[in-house]
């Protein structure tokens, strides 16, 4: 028996599902009978063990069910990223070669045949047959491209088992019970999106609310709506701070949230501390495709004020070590790698085995690329990745420190720093800035002097650069192989 008959069979009125988008909904029995009825159904288009399914579209109720579906068929489901180029996803369908592509109007840019996910619920109500559960829980099911801030994306493999251990991490991380209701609004192309909003409040017997996107008015309405009861909302900081500009921001209005939940870039303690003071705990985490959920902060606010800046501690389910350049172990505030072990980590990278060896320590730590720190309460903070990092006259610098000191500046909405070629110091910063559109105009002189003091001189910029927008990838990550692409287009100018 799966998790979904059981809450079937404990809450057989209780609503599991609401799709905003469609403005349909199922119960617990009625979405356990669409998830197998899609399971049969995807048979009867001959997809078998293995084969892989590929599907383009915006989040929706679907989505989300033929990925259930792919778990009791022994099928790979593979959601494409659909905020990439028509070339990009074809790349992408060339390396999976799906036995099926499913999608909405997304789907159009590819120029296949697909079949039309906004049919599925008529389509699963024709075949007559009983489909007969079978166990796949180790076998691969799932294929996330990973977002490719620096290069090709490559495609991470997940099991149900694997699936299952984030589910679990989550739901103690974020606190979900019965009565927790999760907005879905995180494209499901991500490991967020597609697991942590999702599986722990349908394991827990609560609640999911599926919008196609986030739009700043709209969901702060949504979070806001008495009878939607959200409890639960992820986002990546920079839409935290799209709500807070809204003119009708209330957080007076949002107090049926349990938490605000945000990943996926690195927050700043003066922004985090901005809802502290509305009398709302926003969760900083850490996770990534490989290891699902990994660290989550408490939802006591004067915890999170006391600590701002970091994204938590790990469930008891998975073992942490931050390791220096020899693979040795760092003592509690010094910098070192997260290495991770767990039975939540990917089991492959689709067709690259050597990669996916290569991704381990000799002692079979994943190493994810990430430089943290781990204070004496055993608290994480992440400084930076280790590719981000880089040296300028022999001393370390991290990118993530130097963008915290400057958005704490009014004028500046967000920005990103990278390295750069130099002749004299080997590489030197440059900061792209967005300013914020309601401040007068701020000079680069300025935004350097106000960084003057509060940070040493290695660590200040050497160029200061305005642009309109930074270029994110569709987890919300800053891409900053682009930025120094930019920089390196605006010098040869």
Same mark, same amino acid.
């Given at each position: ?33 669409? #998830?197998? $009825? ?19 579209? $915006? ?155 986030? +739009? ?19 986002? #990546?900081? +920079? ?67 006391? $600590? ?134 701020? $000079?680069? +002189? ?20 305005? #642009? ?26």
């Amino acid at each position: 028996m799966n998790f979904l008959t059981l809450q079937a069979k404990l809450r057989p009125t209780k609503e599991a599902v609401i799709d905003l988008t469609s403005d349909r909904s199922w119960t617990y029995p009625e979405w356990e009978s669409f #998830v197998n $009825k899609s399971s049969y159904w995807l048979t009867r288009q001959g997809l078998a063990c293995g084969d892989r399914l590929a599907c383009l579209a $915006k989040n929706c109720a679907e989505l989300v069910a033929l990925h259930f579906a792919c778990e009791q068929i022994g099928v790979l489901f593979v959601p494409l990223n659909w905020r990439l180029s028509a070339e990009e996803l074809h790349a992408l369908i060339d390396d999976c070669t799906p036995r099926l592509i499913v999608g909405d109007t997304m789907a159009n840019k590819l120029g296949l045949a697909y079949f039309d996910i906004n049919t599925l619920s008529d389509a699963v109500s024709l075949p007559e047959g009983q489909f007969q559960p079978q166990d796949h829980r180790a076998m691969p099911s799932l294929i996330l491209y990973t977002s490719g801030t620096t290069g090709q994306p490559k495609g991470i493999m997940h099991s149900q088992d694997t699936i299952m251990e984030t589910t679990l991490n989550m739901t103690l991380l974020g606190q979900v019970d019965e009565h927790s209701t999760f907005l879905c609004e995180t494209p499901m192309f991500h490991v967020i999106g597609l697991i942590s909003c999702v599986r722990p409040a349908l394991y827990q017997g609560g609640r999911i609310v599926i919008s196609d996107g986030f +739009q700043p008015p709209r969901t702060l309405a949504r979070l806001m709506d008495e009878q939607l009861c959200i409890s639960h909302y992820f986002c #990546v900081p +920079q839409m935290a701070n799209a709500l807070r500009q809204e003119p009708d921001f209330n957080p007076a209005s949002l107090q049926n949230l349990k938490a605000l939940l945000t990943g996926g870039a690195p927050h700043p303690a003066v922004q985090i501390r901005q809802w502290l003071n509305d009398g709302i705990p926003i969760v900083d985490g850490y996770g990534m495709s490989e290891a699902g959920t990994v660290f989550g902060m408490p939802f006591d606010i004067a915890t999170i004020d006391t $600590k701002a800046g970091s994204v938590g501690v790990p469930t008891h389910r998975i073992e942490v070590r931050l390791a220096d350049a020899k693979g040795q172990p760092v003592a509690n505030g010094e910098t070192g790698e997260v290495q991770l072990k767990g039975k939540n980590l990917f089991t492959g990278i689709w067709q690259q085995p050597q990669l996916y060896a290569q991704c381990f320590t000799a002692d079979g730590w994943f190493k994810t690329g990430d430089v943290a720190v781990k204070d004496d309460d055993d608290f994480y903070r992440i400084v930076d990745r280790i590719k981000d990092m880089f040296i300028s006259g022999g001393e370390n610098v991290y990118p993530t420190e130097i963008e915290g000191v400057a958005v704490k500046l009014d004028a500046i909405l967000e920005c990103a720093l990278v390295g750069v070629p130099d002749d004299r110091w080997g590489e030197v910063g440059c900061l792209f800035v967005v300013a914020k559109s309601n401040q007068a105009p701020i $000079k680069p +002189q300025d935004i350097l002097d106000a960084l003057e003091s509060s940070l040493a001189k290695y660590k200040l910029p050497k160029y200061i650069k305005m #642009v309109d927008s930074l270029p994110r990838n569709g987890g919300g990550k800053v891409m900053k192989h682009q930025l120094k692409a930019l920089f390196s287009l605006r010098r040869d100018a």
